[in-house]
């Protein structure tokens, strides 16, 4: 096998420390090649030092796995002197016999597969795009975390006996939240709470007197409090991150206005797509290559002619969330494309199946809305009926055969 770099460095990273395998060709016989194992500390001197002792040896190449996000402080300091790529754990997976994995091993197989070529490098975005990345997925997981303070006060409120979420949708509401408020207080008269309701709730008021009777004691007042009090902390953050995130995405604002014209696609989920991609498809060979690295299509695993399993792969798990909920909400968005894909492929594959299809045409649409920056062009609900009508046709009469119907079709003169 052919030797790309003949001085090449493989990296095994840990919190602590870095096992560095250095592959140089051999002094003693040519062709042959020597390895050197010496251990480094993550700390910032320690690389800096690590970096001068790899160009002292003329490495032309430096092969790390993404471990956690140890590789950081590593990848940035090395790649300011040397060639350094960063590689996924699960491609570069070593296999050894029972009792022969070590730091050490995996290094020198790390250094070993650089040499010969055989990896491949993993997309790190520039710095901008790494700070956007780490302001929406702070967001997200602050929209999560007020999620679940919300159920723990459900979950409270049904220890108290009070049954409010059964009548209001959002008790986080205006008038959820009157009521709440009262609780703590001390207002313990159902009616009275009940009074509190606002706009449409007041339909609800007997439902209301009769949800909000129970066994609310200062204990159930002090945890809400606790609750309601985080959840406003989270949501104050919530809008400073939100208009940090507008400042940061000032310089794709037109990339942004394209993809708010996607049925199910928002302002949110619109900066979530931008910060994971880039915002940039010419890293991406083609929208194949796009869909496959977002992990929103189908494996291939086959075998003696016999196709196996075609479970989604691995992906971007943010990106895979963002275009979760975009797709739901395109399934619901009335007479398009993506809602008829959706219905015709749940009848026969699933809801599940079908949505992560609608996802796949999402990011397909996105690849090519950024690369001939055009705006999404709607096919329409009735696409598949007018690609195919005597399918529609026939399905149609099939169905009403099966109501006990005899139908003949006689097809209307269009020259008439």
């Not at 051999?26 to 001068?52: C, P, Q, Y």
């Not at 710095?127 to 929209?143: G, W």
């Not at 690295?293 to 479970?311: D, E, F, L, M, Q």
Request: net charge positive.
């Amino acid at each position: 096998m052919d030797v790309l770099h003949e001085r090449c460095a493989g990296m095994d990273i840990s919190k602590k420390d870095a096992k560095v395998c250095v592959r140089v060709p051999s002094t003693k016989r040519r062709g042959s090649f020597t390895s050197e194992i010496t251990t480094w500390g993550a700390t910032t001197n320690a690389v800096l030092e690590l970096r001068d002792h790899l160009v002292a040896a003329q490495v032309t190449l430096v092969v790390m796995e993404a471990t956690s996000d140890y590789w950081k402080p590593f990848y940035f300091l090395l790649a300011e002197g040397l060639n350094v790529i960063l590689v996924n754990a699960r491609e570069v997976k070593n296999l050894p016999g029972p009792g022969r994995k070590t730091d050490v091993s995996d290094a020198a197989w790390l250094a070993q597969l650089g040499a010969h070529g055989l990896v491949r490098a993993s997309f790190v975005p520039p710095q901008p795009v790494r700070e956007l990345r780490d302001l929406t997925r702070t967001r997200t997981q602050l929209t999560r975390t007020r999620g679940q303070i919300v159920q723990r006060l459900e979950k409270m409120l049904e220890d108290s006996g009070i049954k409010l979420s059964a009548v209001a949708a959002d008790i986080m509401g205006v008038s959820g939240r009157a009521m709440l408020e009262a609780l703590i207080d001390g207002q313990d008269d159902p009616h009275a709470l009940a009074d509190l309701a606002k706009r449409r709730l007041r339909n609800k008021i007997p439902e209301l007197t009769e949800a909000l009777t129970g066994r609310f004691r200062e204990h159930h007042g002090f945890l809400a409090r606790l609750h309601l009090d985080h959840y406003d902390h989270l949501t104050t953050a919530l809008e400073t991150l939100n208009t940090r995130i507008a400042e940061a995405m000032s310089p794709f604002r037109p990339i942004l206005e394209l993809l708010d014209t996607i049925p199910g696609v928002n302002q949110a989920l619109a900066e979530v797509i931008v910060a994971e991609t880039g915002g940039d498809m010419s890293r991406f060979a083609c929208d194949k290559h796009l869909a496959s690295w977002a992990g929103v299509c189908p494996s291939h695993h086959s075998s003696a002619g016999r196709r196996k399993s075609t479970k989604v792969r691995p992906g971007n798990s943010h990106l895979k969330g963002a275009l979760g909920l975009a797709a739901f909400g395109a399934a619901r968005t009335k007479d398009t494309y993506l809602q008829a894909r959706y219905r015709r492929l749940t009848a026969r594959r699933g809801p599940m199946k079908a949505l992560v299809a609608v996802e796949h045409s999402i990011i397909i649409a996105i690849w090519h809305m950024l690369t001939d920056h055009k705006p999404y062009h709607e096919l329409g609900g009735t696409y598949f009926t007018r690609r195919d009508p005597e399918r529609t046709a026939r399905k149609a009469v099939g169905q009403l055969n099966q109501l006990g119907y005899r139908v003949t079709l006689d097809p209307i003169d269009s020259a008439a």
